[in-house]
């Protein structure tokens, strides 16, 4: 419970990208975080792992029968939330869909 509490704080240094992602449901994971997100490139469950021995995380994206659907190792954690941010949100034509979305001109 610790660790994903201390992820949970990580992410938080970078709240409004946190919350761009549509984070909700946040669960304890062995040595880890999962949550669940409604991001423009990945709408489910996100895992972040720490890896002890090494002083690192891995971030993975699952699918809705379980399988990893992408997985990144050895992410530094000033990287965490840019790591998720471009594996869960930052899409190319980011502006444009938020745009969109939103009305924007």
Do not use: P
């Amino acid at each position: 419970m610790t660790m994903a509490r201390y992820i949970l704080s990580i992410l938080r240094t970078e709240l409004m990208i946190m919350l761009s992602w549509g984070f909700h449901s946040a669960y304890a994971l062995e040595n880890g975080l999962g949550f669940y997100v409604n991001g423009y490139l990945h709408k489910g469950k996100v895992e972040v792992v720490y890896d002890e021995g090494w002083d690192l995380f891995t971030v993975r994206i699952i699918n809705r029968d379980g399988t990893v659907k992408q997985q990144e190792e050895g992410i530094y954690l000033d990287c965490l939330v840019s790591v998720i941010d471009s594996m869960v949100e930052r899409c190319s034509d980011y502006k444009e869909r938020v745009k969109k979305d939103y009305g924007l001109r």
